[in-house]
């Protein structure tokens, strides 16, 4: 078998490994990694900053199903990029990060650039090492893209130190080899995923589900992480049976079904989060009981069985002990209960429903989402943009958001009628996220039109990775919703905090968005009357050569509602009818 | 709890694949989830490729099941079983030096035979002594000579085997 140095070996396993891209910013420790890219088939993208790279690598696994990858050095590089592993961790998104590290025989010296990585990311990796020899290099990779893609999706970590890479050190030397399916197997010994459900439990399930009378399918992230999608719709329309959908599911079930009851939780519609509350079961699919969604914990759906369906036995039980637990895959466990429930004799076997069906009908008409459209002079309205943005962008557009307020009004009024059409952060709620997982998206999914909304707060966090995107000629487009406030930040003050408003002014003109756009060598356009929205995204549609920024004027004061407020019990949702009425 | 036995502690046996910084993802584990570990003991088996950690751990401060499966979410755990006290051997080993002037240096002398003890070093005005045994055992010799005056004390923390006669009743708490 032929010599090659760790910096090949590594290389070539990510091209066995099917990476087309890979996300990185190149520095002392990963240098000999670097050399052999320039041979290799694999796109590079420079990043600005590595914290850019983690999100790409996650915007991209969002939109591809595929793992993303990321590649930076040791020290600072490493803990930059601690933010992406651990959001990646949060929502589950395959990642494999690469970090270089000092030699072997200059860790623990405090070297320069040295630092733990392997003990700082320990806790927000799924599963991460520090590779020692050369010859380990080819089953590391191949381990770290499995356990990134299988069971529950996680981000893992591989950390190189720089002997083993460097051609000029005979440490680096190892002969060329692949694993096999049974070696990788043989080599995890503790790691077995399970994925089918057990039979008994399903039929257990399908049970419950023909017995109900006030079902709601409660769909999380594990939906889109399973490919599950075609498999809920078949589920849902089989029952006959609502859906949520939650904030890492929006898509996974279309909205403009006549099933689905759009978004729970927090900022969730008033019909969804009462549905739920009301129901007496709740088929729980990849979701996992989160806080913004359960409200006060021993107040949630207190009459519901609970089903749920989870690849991690670990959230089976976390929060809410499930009448019928099942671990196993979504998808293969949907395609059994749909089976199941045939067995039984499907819909014609459930009771009847209609009472149900006609709560949930009045409470969609009684508390639709809404908001006041703004007087001639005013700022722009926020949902307002957003159903402009909405209505004049292909079906099958990819929506990126940050985290605050404009991330809960896109998800609110967007529709999502496809799945793997929605890109945020769930569970860490980073902030500055948007701009560069729209560019992951973009370079995952270069056929589709990618938005990104951000606010002005977060896309101060992240915009020189503008500068990537015009630089790479990946043309994403970004709506910033600018009220010059931290808006959901401010929202709380507000409302919980007798409006004292403490840190959270930003100004709207300072920086100029506009002018840091064209700086960053993007289209930039300023928008402050309603009749100025349309042109302007139009004219953002029709560029496709560079990066596009629309800095959208909009009212600091809007608020998005509903809202339970934090600690409160679901009952308690704050509509924008109630409040009006609170407020006059 | 004082006696270390009582049935809210629960011993797990978890083997683990014998990697660099395996110890370390455990005790982070237990750490940022918030449980409590009352003791920790680990060695390699019989296989080199595994080592065995038996720890006992404090159930109060969190639901043992979901202890258990957040354990075996790391890659490197490869089996978890948890061990009833009831239908286990347990054995734990103590070292300690007591304060022993000469005129009751022949009460401790007796002590220690009677447990089965055995006395390391002999000072002046001190005995070092070990003993080894089931853990009710060395705590209560632990407590017969607490009035002596203990000058230094270290407990391995338990290890322990499912019984050999009552194995097929121990309780494998698997997760798979």
């Not at chain 1, 990060?97 to 806790?123: K, L, M, N, Y």
């Not at chain 1, 050369?134 to 990779?141: F, G, L, S």
């Not at chain 2, 017969?144 to 309780?171: C, F, K, M, N, S």
Request: hydrophobic share 40%; aromatic share 6%.
């Amino acid at each position: 078998m032929p010599q090659i140095n760790g910096g090949q070996a590594l290389i070539r396993a990510l091209e066995m490994e099917g990476v087309e891209v890979i996300f990185g910013l190149p520095g002392g420790a990963i240098l000999p990694v670097y050399d052999p890219i320039i041979d290799s088939p694999i796109r590079h993208i420079l990043v600005r900053h590595e914290q850019g790279a983690g999100h790409m690598a996650e915007g991209f696994a969002h939109a591809t199903g595929r793992p993303g990858v990321a590649m930076v050095t040791s020290g600072p590089a490493a803990t930059n990029i601690v933010t992406p592993l651990c959001d990646a961790y949060m929502d589950s998104i395959p990642i494999v990060v690469i970090t270089g590290q000092v030699g072997t025989p200059s860790i623990g010296t405090d070297a320069f650039q040295e630092c733990d990585t392997v003990g700082i990311t320990r806790s927000v990796t799924k599963h991460n090492e520090l590779v020692t020899e050369a010859a380990d290099i080819p089953r590391a990779v191949r381990e770290a893209f499995h356990i990134a893609t299988t069971g529950r999706p996680g981000p893992v970590l591989l950390d190189i130190p720089k002997d083993i890479v460097d051609p000029k050190n005979p440490r680096s030397a190892l002969d060329w080899y692949w694993p096999s399916e049974a070696e990788l197997s043989a080599g995890l010994p503790g790691y077995k995923p399970t994925t089918k459900g057990h039979p008994r439990k399903i039929k257990d399930a399908a049970e419950l589900i023909v017995q109900s009378t006030r079902p709601v399918i409660y769909a999380g992230g594990g939906i889109l992480k399973a490919r599950a999608a075609e498999a809920l719709l078949e589920l849902a329309e089989l029952c006959d049976i609502p859906v949520v959908t939650t904030l890492m599911a929006r898509g996974a079930f279309p909205d403009d079904h006549r099933l689905c009851l759009g978004m729970p939780g927090m900022h969730g519609n008033y019909t969804a989060v009462t549905s739920m509350q009301n129901s007496d079961l709740l088929i729980a699919l990849g979701s996992r009981f989160d806080d913004r969604v359960t409200g006060k914990i021993p107040n949630f759906a207190p009459e519901a069985k609970i089903i749920h369906v989870d690849i991690d036995p670990a959230e089976l039980g976390k929060v809410r002990r499930p009448d019928v637990p099942i671990v196993g895959d979504c998808r293969l466990v949907i395609e059994e209960l749909v089976r199941a429930v045939k067995d039984l004799g499907g819909a014609s076997a459930q009771p009847d429903r209609s009472t149900w069906k006609s709560r949930i009908s009045g409470w969609q008409e009684k508390y639709p989402l809404t908001y006041e459209q703004s007087e001639p002079g005013d700022a722009l309205k926020p949902q307002f943009v957003l159903e402009q943005l909405r209505d004049t962008t292909p079906d099958d557009t990819i929506v990126v958001a940050g985290v605050g307020q404009h991330q809960m009004w896109t998800s609110q009024y967007w529709k999502f009628n496809h799945p793997y059409t929605w890109v945020n952060s769930g569970g860490l709620g980073t902030m500055g996220f948007a701009v560069p997982a729209a560019i992951g998206a973009k370079v995952g999914r270069p056929d589709r039109m990618v938005w990104a909304v951000d606010g002005d707060g977060c896309f101060q966090m992240t915009a020189q990775e503008l500068v990537t995107a015009a630089t790479e000629r990946i043309p994403i487009k970004v709506a910033i919703l600018n009220n010059a406030y931290l808006g959901m930040v401010r929202q709380w003050q507000e409302m919980f905090y007798e409006e004292r408003y403490s840190e959270v002014y930003l100004s709207p003109d300072l920086p100029d968005y506009k002018l840091w756009a064209e700086a960053m060598g993007c289209i930039g356009i300023r928008v402050e009357a309603p009749e100025e929205v349309q042109p302007a995204i139009d004219k953002a549609n029709d560029i496709d050569d560079r990066p596009v920024v629309i800095e959208f004027r909009t009212d600091s004061r809007e608020k998005v509602f509903p809202m339970v407020p934090a600690g409160a019990s679901n009952d308690d949702i704050i509509t924008f009818q109630s409040h009006r009425e609170v407020i006059q | 709890m004082s006696d270390g036995i009582g049935y809210r502690h629960h011993i797990l046996s978890v083997l683990v694949e014998n990697k660099p910084g395996v110890l370390a993802r455990v005790a982070g584990l237990f750490a940022r989830r918030g449980y409590n570990i009352f003791s920790l003991a680990v060695a390699p088996t019989e296989d080199e490729r595994f080592s065995r950690l038996t720890i006992v751990v404090d159930v109060e401060s969190a639901p043992l099941e979901q202890m258990v499966k957040q354990l075996f979410k790391l890659i490197h755990v490869v089996k978890i079983t948890e061990l009833d006290p009831r239908e286990s051997v347990e054995r734990e080993l103590l070292l300690v030096t007591v304060s022993a002037a000469a005129d009751i240096r022949g009460q401790i002398i007796e002590l220690v035979q009677v447990f089965g003890g055995r006395i390391l070093a002999v000072g002046l005005d001190s005995l070092t002594i070990s003993i080894e045994g089931a853990p009710d055992k060395v705590d209560d010799f632990e407590e017969l000579l607490r009035p002596y005056g203990i000058v230094e004390l270290q407990r391995t923390g338990r290890v322990a085997l499912p019984r050999l006669d009552r194995t097929p009743r121990a309780r494998i708490a698997r997760v798979s």
